[in-house]
């Protein structure tokens, strides 16, 4: 064999001992790749094969498992109290903290009828947070029920305090009316000792309206702000020396009105003493 022959096999040899260095270069880079792909696939698979068993599997079996361990329930607790809402809750918090239907809670809560809002939140890992916002009293309607902002009449929780809030009265297909004129009078007077303390409508009488002060006002059945306008107007005037004396204020005339005054109390006199 020439010098030539054995060169050219020699550059042969080195030629597949670097292909064969590449490729197990390759191969060595590719490893890495393919056993993180591999990891990737088995961890779905077993998280998969997890939430299709956690589906399946019974309530009761679940509820072990992630049982609620903390309930926390916050409100302004004026028409409805803690005990209720965790009342409405019971139900489904015996379900576990996975399987705690949010949205079922929240309806629960909102056909409480001083219930106007409901907010329903987990907290990891075994809590739920509830809040809820109650209907705003607007005034008193009879002895058992309180008119709403809404325009609803609701019971009147027992034991809840009412504070200042004016006292309404009438038909309750009247309501709406009702409440319109009590809206309009409280926005007149706003003076102290002018507020509303009571107002009632029926359809012999027409308005009749208790402000704070004591004053009684009759006011007819028609063009009731004007009515009461001229009083202010009185009071401010030729009325203004003797308020603290008027008892009522009948406004149903024309161009007048007709004031009635307190009666005055006086102390009987004592006998003199004989001598």
């Known amino acids: 064999m020439g010098k030539a022959q054995r ?5 042969q040899r080195g030629a597949r001992r670097i292909a064969d260095n590449r490729e197990g270069e390759s191969r060595s880079r590719l490893l890495p790749l393919l056993l993180a792909i591999a990891a990737i696939a088995l961890l779905a698979g077993l998280s998969y094969t997890g939430l299709w068993l956690w589906q399946r599997a019974p309530v009761a079996e679940l509820s072990r498992v992630d049982a609620l361990e903390h309930v926390r329930v916050k409100g302004p607790f004026r028409a409805v109290n803690q005990r209720e809402v965790e009342e409405i809750l019971l139900p489904f918090l015996q379900r576990g903290f996975f399987s705690l239907d949010i949205g079922a809670i929240r309806e629960a809560l909102l056909q409480h ?12 890992p075994r809590g739920v947070e509830v809040q809820v916002e109650e209907a705003r009293p607007l005034a008193v ?7 709403v ?7 009147r929780p027992p034991g809840m305090h009412t504070g200042r809030l004016p006292e ?12 319109s004129q009590y809206r309009a009078l409280a926005g007149l007077l706003t003076t102290r000792d002018m507020e509303v303390k009571r107002l009632s409508f029926d359809d012999l009488a027409g308005w009749h309206l208790e402000l704070v002060s004591g004053v ?3 006011l007819g059945h028609d063009e009731l702000l004007e009515r009461v306008n001229r009083f202010l107007s009185l009071s401010r005037g030729v ?3 003797h308020l603290e004396k008027i008892a009522r204020v009948d406004t149903r005339y024309s161009n007048a009105v007709a004031v009635r005054f307190r009666e005055q109390k006086t102390e009987a006199k004592k006998p003199k003493a004989e001598e």
């Open 7 to 11: 060169a050219h096999q020699i550059a």
């Open 113 to 124: 009828p001083w219930i106007v809002g409901a907010s329903v939140s987990r907290r990891w």
């Open 141 to 147: 309607w009879g002895k058992d029920k309180l008119l």
């Open 149 to 155: 902002a809404s325009g609803e009449l609701l019971p």
């Open 168 to 179: 309404l009265a009438g038909d309750e297909e009247l309501v709406e009316r009702i409440m």
């Open 216 to 218: 009684e006002l009759h």
């Open 239 to 241: 009325l203004a020396p």
